[in-house]
T-cell receptor, first 113, second 112 residues
Framework: GENVEQHPSTLSVQEGDSAVIKCTYS??????FPWYKQELGKRPQLIID?????GEKKDQRIAVTLNKTAKHFSLHITETQPEDSAVYFC????????????FGQGTTLQVKP | NAGVTQTPKFQVLKTGQSMTLQCAQD?????MSWYRQDPGMGLRLIHY???????DQGEVPNGYNVSRSTTEDFPLRLLSAAPSQTSVYFC???????????FGDGTRLSIL
């Protein structure tokens, strides 16, 4: 079936350290992989996305890597800051039927000052 | 430009009652979707639509109905509310499913 697995469910790092969140997806035909950040009580907001014709994408302290062969992609946050503390969701677009975006279970990131 | 507007923001229902969660967007997006968010379970897709007149089921469609009569509106109907449907519901829209999703502020629904 169409599935996205996300690990870890919680992650605690010291300010300035790096954080890595990993996701796997079930359908090799998937071709769009966004990452969302959700602060407490707020809506999810896109922070970065990658398409299957690209292996890596960076935006300042945030980067995403994609391994199509292994069907997994990862979010990397460098030089973490307390304001990075939030829940992070990965997602994958599945092309079956009319196409749908499925999310992972989320990772709660805590950055300790 | 309002983006994605969800109403109501909060709602308390009794078991067995029905209600409609409203979602409207003013960005001329074709793709719209409904998710529910429960602790530890992420965002689970309920129903989605790729354009007016076209809807499809997501991961957890049971107990919910949708329709898409216009590009702008995508209401979610709870037919007979159950305590298991207590959740935060998010509506999202984009030009296509492969584009960044714009989320509404959510509806917090409690069913007693």
């Amino acid at each position: 079936g169409e599935n996205v697995e996300q690990h870890p469910s919680t992650l605690s790092v010291q300010e300035g350290d790096s954080a890595v969140i990993k996701c796997t997806y079930s359908d090799s035909a998937s071709n769009y992989f966004p990452w969302y950040k959700q602060e407490l009580g707020k809506r999810p907001q896109l922070i970065i996305d990658i398409r299957s014709n690209v292996g890596e994408k960076k935006d300042q302290r945030i980067a995403v890597t994609l391994n199509k062969t292994a069907k997994h992609f990862s979010l990397h946050i460098t030089e973490t800051q307390p304001e990075d503390s939030a829940v992070y969701f990965c997602a994958a677009f599945f092309s079956s039927n009319t196409g749908k975006l499925i999310f992972g279970q989320g990772t709660t990131l805590q950055v300790k000052p | 430009n309002a983006g994605v507007t969800q109403t109501p923001k909060f709602q308390v229902l009794k078991t067995g009652q029905s209600m409609t969660l409203q979602c409207a967007q003013d960005m001329n997006h074709e793709y719209m979707s409904w998710y529910r968010q429960d602790p530890g379970m992420g965002l689970r897709l309920i129903h989605y639509s790729v354009g007016a007149g076209i809807t499809d089921q997501g991961e957890v469609p049971n107990g919910y109905n949708v329709s898409r009569s216009t590009t702008e509106d995508f209401p979610l109907r709870l037919l007979s509310a159950a305590p298991s449907q207590t959740s935060v519901y998010f509506c999202a829209s984009s030009y296509t499913g492969r584009q960044p999703q714009h989320f509404g502020d959510g509806t917090r629904l409690s069913i007693l």
